[in-house]
């Protein structure tokens, strides 16, 4: 019986603008401005990158100043200022114990650390170990603006991550990336202040006010940082020529199960469109051509009259006429009276110590000819890479098509062998398995609550909690460990602006989690220092060490987020 065989090719389509401003710079490398290539500047090593083409570099607490020159400054702010469209960019991976804190990818601040005009930073979300990218501006109209967004999944800061954001502000668009896949997008209704020209562009740091009144580097970067550039948006010729056509990503449309298409990785219905990344977007189509009514089955598969393919690693198989006929084409060896097929293994009757294997003497491709895992293939001949993949050499390029049923996801389609998590319960794993989903849920471990105790030597209540974006349950006193503070089930929250109070809680206590001894909340429900709180005051906001003259006689600054004024008259 004749089966319909579709095929599901990939088409690409490249979208492309372009404007007459050709005379800016299509890229600027932060590495090449502030000088890494040259000299490694105090907390700054060399590091092994996501890949190897270009350098990567380690960042430190102690980074000390990485300014990029004013060629590099200048080229910056005509591109912030005048291309409309423009891409910042960088693969990151940063620190495990830093992650909660403000990383700071690039900024643009004035020389003595005043103001602050431009700030692209990562950090994660404690909860659920989500990515937040923060961009911070000075608008045209003289207002600091911040736009956050977080990642939709966990992120696993253990490994690489390319993080990016397009700002197109005559679109009134602004885009963040991670990975090449959308995060968000935003209405961005805003245009750039035009940048003083004692700004300086640093990398991996910010230049602020700290205490005392005096700049100092903070918010720094730490972790690994390879090609962090600020590049010219496509509608100044970043991505090529609008083109459409098959990139070379094909997949079997089984008659069992559906069609749809896979590309790195991720499996794509039947029309279905999505942006693979800044310049493309891609499409998945299925060509349906006939097998006739001479055609073939095997293994559940259909094949046209007079199709080949390889069936194992030593078997080629035809179509002929509704029949299909195999032939072995591995060369058998010969064992004195014996016969070895390839993969055969024994010991030698006269030296038992001794191991012996036939193995297929792979013959020469050709020019056209192809390669694939060290084996070699002709031009036009067909084999199965796995259970799943029948591949076929075509003029020195290999072609797979994925041959095993898929799994509808709603409107998701899976491959076989791939996993994932259900998007109503991320605790649950789901795998495919030859069209068929099967879920099951978290093995979590048993947390030992009974052995512990609090910093006060409380012993533990042997209660446990599952925490907002995990899985697992875990002893209720660890329960604020994650973010840097302690459980405590009568405490008080010592803040900024109370901490300077004899009773900051009137004699009251409540349930939660707490700074420990010694540290205070801040705005950003952190905890930290008395010395880096800011200070409210008159409707204003200032930082610490910051000074302000309300009078000509009255003088102030912010101590331990506190105004202390002092007449001086």
Not at 173 to 197: A, N, Q
Not at 425 to 449: A, F, L, Y
Request: glycine share 10%; proline share 5%; net charge positive.
């Amino acid at each position: 019986m004749a089966v319909l065989a579709r095929n599901a090719v990939l088409l690409l389509l490249i979208i492309v603008s372009w404007t007459k401003a050709n005379d800016l710079p299509k890229e600027i490398n932060l590495f090449t401005e502030v000088g890494l290539p040259n000299a490694l500047p105090t907390g700054v090593s060399s590091a092994v990158g996501h890949h190897s083409n270009t350098p990567a570099y380690r960042f430190s607490d102690q980074t000390g100043h990485l300014i990029s020159g004013q060629s590099g400054m200048d080229a910056a702010r005509r591109v912030i200022e005048t291309s409309h469209d423009f891409i910042v960019s960088a693969w990151c991976k940063v620190n495990e114990m830093s992650r909660f804190g403000k990383n700071t990818i690039i900024s643009i601040s004035s020389d003595n650390g005043q103001q602050l005009f431009f700030f692209f930073a990562v950090s994660s979300d404690w909860q659920t170990s989500r990515l937040n990218i923060e961009f911070t501006f000075i608008s045209s109209k003289g207002s600091m603006e911040t736009i956050k967004v977080t990642t939709r999944r966990s992120v696993d800061f253990k490994t690489w991550h390319k993080v990016s954001m397009r700002v197109q502000d005559q679109e009134k668009l602004i885009r963040f990336y991670l990975d090449d896949e959308m995060v968000d997008v935003r209405k961005f209704g805003y245009s750039f202040s035009v940048l003083p020209s004692n700004a300086q562009l640093r990398l991996a740091q910010v230049y602020e006010i700290l205490m005392e009144g005096t700049a100092e580097i903070g918010q720094r970067f730490k972790g690994n940082l390879q090609d962090v550039k600020i590049i010219l948006g496509i509608s100044q010729g970043a991505c090529p020529t609008p083109s459409m056509s098959p990139v070379g990503y094909r997949c079997q449309c089984p008659s069992v199960g559906g069609d749809g298409c896979t590309m790195d990785g991720r499996g794509y219905a039947n029309g279905q469109q999505w942006t693979k990344d800044q310049c493309n977007t891609c499409q998945c189509k299925c060509q349906c051509p006939s097998v006739g009514g001479d055609g073939c089955t095997m293994d559940g598969r259909g094949y046209a009259n007079g199709q080949q393919w390889t069936k194992d690693q030593c078997n080629t198989c035809q179509c002929k006429k509704g029949n299909v006929f195999c032939v072995h084409t591995c060369p058998v060896c010969k064992d004195g009276d014996k016969v070895r097929l390839h993969g055969d293994k024994w010991h030698p009757s006269n030296d038992s110590c001794s191991s012996c294997r036939c193995e297929c003497q792979c013959p020469s491709v050709g020019g056209d000819g192809c390669t694939m895992d060290g084996r070699g293939y002709a031009n036009g001949q067909q084999w199965t890479k796995d259970q799943c993949n029948t591949c076929q050499c075509k003029k020195g390029n290999v072609f797979c098509v994925h041959t095993c049923p898929v799994c509808k996801d709603g409107d998701k389609v899976r491959l076989h062998g791939d996993k994932w998590h259900p998007s109503n319960d991320s605790c649950s794993s789901c795998r495919c398995e030859m069209g068929k989903i099967t879920c099951s849920p978290p093995v979590c471990p048993q947390p030992k609550c009974a052995s512990k105790q609090t910093p006060d030597r409380t012993p533990y209540s042997g209660e446990t909690v599952t925490l907002p974006g995990t899985c697992c349950p875990i002893c209720k006193e660890d329960q604020c460990k994650p973010i840097g503070k302690e459980y405590n089930k009568c405490g008080c929250a010592r803040t900024c602006q109370n901490h300077h109070l004899r009773d900051p809680c009137d004699g009251q206590c409540s349930e939660g989690c707490f700074c420990p001894r010694g540290l205070v909340m801040n705005e950003d429900g952190k905890c930290g220092s008395p010395s880096t709180c800011k200070c409210s005051y008159k409707g204003r906001v200032f930082k610490p060490g910051q000074f302000y003259s309300a009078t000509p006689c009255k003088f102030c600054i912010c101590l331990m987020g506190y105004m202390h004024c002092n007449s001086l008259c």
